[in-house]
């Protein structure tokens, strides 16, 4: 019943060695890459930075993370592309959306703003089926932009 369930969840603990500093500044995003093979973890942080921690890297803590410098504002939405694993996007704050090639660590701007236009970019969603990428605008609330990212 609900007393075992509470009691197994109270049993619960995270272990020294099961925990890596992944970004210097607090977590605004997380993204799990859809290996099936590879346990891999993007964390987007408040400096735009992106760190990406191998889980099942060696037991060395950092070691296992590569930091990467991708925005000037809070990283707000991060997603792997299961059609092409070593692609990830994400977005930010300071209006812009960034397609990552994890393997070059090299990545093109896929989607800029002006801040007056949309005062900043809270998230984002991609539907891989049409290529489109959805956008939720700070300015405008309730409002969802969309942009066909084969033009």
Same mark, same amino acid.
């Given at each position: 019943?609900?007393?075992?369930?509470?009691?197994? !969840?109270?049993?619960? $603990?995270?272990?020294?060695?099961d925990?890596?500093?992944?970004?210097?500044d607090r977590?605004?995003?997380?993204?799990?890459h859809?290996s099936?093979?590879?346990? !891999?973890?993007?964390?987007?942080?408040?400096g $735009?930075?992106?760190?990406?921690?191998?889980a099942? $890297?060696?037991?060395?803590?950092?070691?296992c993370v590569?930091? !990467?410098?991708l /925005?000037?504002s =809070?990283v707000?939405w991060?997603h792997?592309? =299961?059609?092409c694993?070593?692609?990830?996007?994400s977005?930010?704050?300071?209006?812009t #959306?960034?397609?990552l090639d994890l393997e070059?660590q090299?990545w093109v701007? #896929?989607?800029e703003s002006?801040e007056?236009? #949309? $005062?900043?970019?809270s998230?984002?969603?991609l539907d891989h089926a049409r290529?489109?990428l959805?956008?939720?605008?700070?300015q /405008? =609330?309730g409002?969802?932009w969309?942009?066909?990212?084969?033009?």
């Amino acid at each position: 019943g609900e007393g075992g369930y509470r009691d197994m !969840l109270a049993s619960l $603990g995270v272990a020294e060695r099961d925990v890596a500093k992944v970004v210097p500044d607090r977590i605004y995003s997380l993204a799990f890459h859809p290996s099936v093979t590879k346990t !891999l973890v993007a964390a987007g942080d408040k400096g $735009g930075r992106v760190g990406v921690f191998d889980a099942d $890297g060696p037991d060395e803590g950092d070691a296992c993370v590569t930091l !990467l410098d991708l /925005h000037s504002s =809070p990283v707000s939405w991060l997603h792997f592309d =299961p059609r092409c694993a070593a692609r990830m996007l994400s977005s930010s704050y300071d209006n812009t #959306v960034r397609m990552l090639d994890l393997e070059r660590q090299a990545w093109v701007q #896929v989607h800029e703003s002006e801040e007056a236009r #949309v $005062g900043f970019l809270s998230t984002a969603a991609l539907d891989h089926a049409r290529d489109m990428l959805y956008l939720g605008v700070g300015q /405008h =609330p309730g409002a969802l932009w969309r942009q066909d990212l084969r033009e």
